[in-house]
């Protein structure tokens, strides 16, 4: 039971993440395999505050604000600039995967090899229903659940969100009904940045040490909760995250830890051969 | 139509225009007008470059050459948000509307550049012109028959009041009498409203029935064009686009 709350806060993480992941590729049509350097990047802005003094979760806000200018500039610089060339989506996806390289181990080179850990204690413990939770795990899981609605309120309430999934669904059709779609895929940008960077925050949170390549690997993760849920949907993100965060912190409670990974791309292989659009996604419907 | 869903029409017209894809002009020498009040269709040939035209006329497609006014304005390669913003509302042949979205959501999405509060009134307004869609509002616009998808199209332009609607084959898949209805009914009602109306139509008998002016694309180009009427008359017209050989009856 106490991998199963373990399980919770992985998802919960999680699922910011794939969040964030999933609209990028919904309305923008850019599969961002940079995720996870800037996740790490934007926790090492967040760390690097913190112990010059800045609280946790004040500092955290450095971190979401590095995700969302990170990505916007990568958006800006270099993913628009290949998708106004019309080149075929899987340049994309290898210049992503180089920056992810540059941004993962240039990070190393300027922050060095050693694992850091936050200057934040874990605070009190606290147990219902069979399940241990610190303080600080409660209090990611409840930014989660916060976010996550707000999230929810932005995509089906707002102008600014009805306009990102107009513009996901038939993004000619938005610009004839006077969307300025260029608009709303750099702002998209800025969300799901800011998402990247508050997912990369409290990943590290939650690790407790990390270093520079911590995050190389979730990707993996990000992509198996996202192909669970359906690509380009954010629901079914969250849906896919919970299912994976469970099922990877469980099987590891049995099986070595270090499978986590393995079973998450077992999961996603299980997706893309029998249901490629997920449990819930037709193609594209953010 | 009993509620007022246009402003009045402006001129929507093209001198020497050529457009395409990839720098590659699919229509050449275009020179069409429409005007206020009228219903001017477009027939022609699967492949003709009917959609092509359109298409230029509202931004999707790049002009190669000559020019697109609206009125006054010169909106030859003008962005489509940008075009949409001065009163063309385009119903595109496909990919008409937003499948995820539901029918309020097309429909707010159509009342984009207005005011928040004046969308749920535009809203009823255009429920006053398509009844049918009222109670299927938070139905998803990828579940909609063919005929109510249509007109869910069709409703999301009129959010905008738009001077000049730009319909692209809005009769495809549709049964005769929904199409026939949709024609009459709609289309026509539109320019009796006073806006003007560039349509395209595969249904040429039909398209004539309800037109002020028929232009006929053949090959990229308009190789006849006249009032229907005297198209109508027209053997190489009948034979090629009424169904070869009898004369139909006359409309009025
Ligand atoms: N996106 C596109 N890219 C390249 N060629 C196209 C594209 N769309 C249409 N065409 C070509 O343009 C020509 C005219 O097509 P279209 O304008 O759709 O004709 P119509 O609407 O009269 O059936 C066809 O030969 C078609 O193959
Ligand atoms: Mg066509």
């Known amino acids: ?286 | 139509m009993s509620v007022d869903l246009s402003k009045a029409g402006m001129v929507l017209a093209t001198s020497d225009l050529s457009a395409g894809y990839d720098g590659r002009a699919i229509v050449s020498e275009i020179a069409v007008e429409a005007s206020p009040g009228q219903v001017i269709s477009i027939v022609g040939p699967n492949g003709s470059g009917k959609s092509t035209l359109l298409k230029s006329l509202v931004g999707v497609v790049k002009v190669l050459g000559g020019h697109v006014k609206l009125g006054d304005a010169d909106i030859t390669n003008m962005a489509p948000e940008e075009i949409a913003k001065l009163g063309v509302g385009y119903v595109p042949q496909i990919d008409d509307v937003f499948p995820p979205l539901s029918v309020k959501e097309n429909l707010e999405i159509g009342g984009y550049l207005l005011a928040r509060r004046e969308i749920p009134a535009r809203v009823d307004a255009v429920l006053e012109v398509f009844p049918r869609l009222k109670n299927m509002m938070t139905r998803k616009a990828g579940k909609l028959s063919g005929g109510e998808r249509k007109m869910l199209a069709m409703g999301r332009v009129l959010m905008l009041s738009p001077s000049v609607l730009v319909l692209d084959e809005p009769t495809a898949n549709l049964a005769p009498i929904v199409a026939t209805q949709l024609l009459e009914e709609y289309v026509r009602g539109f320019a009796e409203h006073g806006s003007t109306v560039l349509l395209v139509e595969q249904r040429a008998k039909a398209a004539l029935r309800i037109s002020d002016w028929t232009y006929v694309l053949g090959g990229g180009r308009v190789v006849l064009a006249g009032a229907p009427k005297d198209l109508e008359q027209n053997p190489v017209f009948v034979e090629s686009f009424l169904g070869g050989g009898t004369r139909p009856a006359p409309t009025k």
């Open chain 1, 1 to 286: 039971m106490s991998s199963f709350g373990f399980g919770l806060v992985t998802a919960a993480v999680l699922a910011l993440a794939t969040v964030g992941f999933t609209m990028q590729f919904a309305v923008t049509n850019v599969l961002n395999l940079a995720y996870g350097s800037v996740m790490i990047n934007s926790a090492f802005v967040t760390y690097y505050l913190n112990i010059h003094g800045v609280p946790t979760w004040v500092a955290l806000f450095g971190g979401v604000a590095t995700g969302a200018i990170a990505s916007w500039l990568l958006n800006q610089f270099v993913f628009t600039p290949f998708q106004r060339r019309n080149r075929p989506p899987i340049t994309i996806v290898i210049v992503a995967l180089g920056v992810d390289l540059v941004g993962t181990f240039g990070l190393q080179a300027i922050v060095g090899g050693s694992y850091v850990s936050f200057r934040q204690s874990p605070g009190h413990e606290y147990h219902f229903l069979g399940m241990f939770f610190s303080g600080l795990q409660l209090v990611i899981l409840g930014i989660a659940v916060v976010v996550l609605g707000i999230i929810h309120w932005l995509l089906r309430y707002t102008r600014l969100g009805k306009a990102m999934r107009a513009t996901s669904a038939n993004p000619s059709l938005a610009r004839n009904s006077g969307v300025k779609t260029k608009t709303i895929i750099s702002t998209t940008w800025l969300i799901s940045g800011a998402l990247c960077g508050l997912a990369g925050t409290v990943f590290a949170l939650n690790t407790g040490v990390f270093e520079a390549t911590s995050a190389q690997l979730y990707i993996v993760l990000l992509l198996a909760a996202m192909f669970l849920g359906g690509p380009g949907e954010p629901y079914g993100a969250m849906f896919g995250a919970l299912v994976i965060g469970l099922s990877t912190e469980i099987s590891a409670a049995y099986v070595n830890p270090q499978y986590k990974e393995v079973i998450a791309f077992v999961a996603l292989l299980g997706m893309l051969t029998f249901r490629p659009y997920g449990i819930f996604g037709s193609e594209k419907t953010l």
